[in-house]
């Protein structure tokens, strides 16, 4: 089963601070790695994405790297307030198509917590 | 604004009652999927369906079934519900010719007594 490892399980920031959540995946036939945010009660919301043939997205105090010789990628939130509070979930959809290439594999999620 | 509505956001369920949960979906999305979320295991796959009538086991479907006769709806069947499918179940569509990845709905607490 291709897997997504995600790390930290959570983390705890200050206002203002750089919260870094980090995934890394096993198989490179992978062609699409989305991030998804979740708030209490809610259901995931798809956050910001990126194709393997970049190493970097940028969306508003977001950004994605992505290493394709590490098979890793990361989700960076600049000047993080209170409000980014929320379960962060990393994700990746393997390439090609048919039914089963349209299921996303899923990191078990980061915990992110920002303090005043 | 598109949406993914799941019928109940609370279910309180007895032991070995039938369940269903649904979703209907307005964004005219070929495939969905049903996932459960539990702290620490993230989101797990039950079942996914790519076209009207088909479906696919994902990671953990026993204990469950799922039908869709439409397009728009996708429904989730616990048979016998049982204390260890006390969960959070998340609904989600998407289109295999986007980049969109999921639209999710807003989840459904089910507890089983």
């Known amino acids: 089963q291709q897997q997504v490892k995600q790390s930290p399980q959570s983390l705890i920031v200050q206002k203002g601070g750089i919260p870094i959540i980090n995934c890394a995946y096993e198989n490179t036939a992978f062609d699409y790695f989305p991030w998804y945010q979740q708030f209490p009660g809610k259901g995931p919301a798809l956050l910001i994405a990126i194709r393997p043939d970049v190493s970097e997205k940028k969306e508003g105090r977001f950004t994605i790297s992505f290493n394709k010789s590490a098979k890793q990628f990361s989700l960076h939130i600049m000047d993080s307030q209170p409000g980014d509070s929320a379960t962060y979930f990393c994700?990746?959809?393997?390439?090609?198509?048919?039914?089963?290439?349209?299921?996303?594999?899923f990191g078990k999620g980061t915990l992110l917590t920002v303090n005043p | 604004d598109v949406k993914v509505t799941q019928s109940s956001r609370y279910l309180v369920k007895r032991t070995g009652e039938k369940v269903f949960l649904e979703c209907v979906q307005d964004m005219d999305h070929e495939n969905m999927f049903w996932y459960r979320q539990d702290p620490g295991l993230g989101l797990r796959l039950i079942y996914f369906?790519?076209?009207?009538?088909?479906?696919e086991k994902g990671d953990i479907p026993e204990g469950y079934s799922v039908s869709r006769e439409k397009k728009e709806r996708f429904s989730l069947i616990l048979e016998s519900a049982s204390t260890n499918q006390t969960s959070m179940y998340l609904c989600?569509?998407?289109?295999?010719?986007?980049?969109?990845?999921?639209?999710f709905g807003s989840g459904t607490r089910l507890t089983v007594v």
């Open positions: 369906s790519y076209d009207v009538k088909m479906k």
């Open positions: 989600a569509s998407s289109s295999p010719y986007e980049y969109y990845g999921y639209t």
């Open positions: 994700a990746a959809r393997p390439s090609g198509s048919g039914g089963s290439n349209y299921k996303l594999t």
